[in-house]
């Protein structure tokens, strides 16, 4: 259930630019990211703050591209 509302809320940003729906992505996501870049940059918080942004910017600007093959969380 969770991957289809996940496509649901990708569909949304993508067809009517709804930016509240990208923002329940992130912050779905959010700390699952930032806890990756925390142990990748050995606990530089700041570091892994800036990544983490850099992440979902990314996400929003390339999210038209995605072709559902996997999981949003991926």
């Not at 923002?23 to 996501?29: E, I």
């Not at 050995?42 to 992440?55: E, M, N, R």
């Not at 390339?62 to 949003?72: E, G, P």
Request: no cysteine; charged share 20%.
């Amino acid at each position: 259930m969770s991957q289809l509302n996940d496509i649901s809320l990708v569909a949304q940003v993508v067809v009517f630019r709804n930016t509240r729906a990208f923002d329940s992505l992130v912050r779905k996501y959010q700390s699952q990211v930032w806890r990756f870049f925390l142990n990748l940059t050995l606990g530089d918080i700041a570091l892994s703050d800036d990544l983490a942004q850099d992440t979902f910017l990314k996400a929003y600007t390339h999210l038209a591209s995605f072709k559902n093959l996997s999981s949003f969380s991926t």
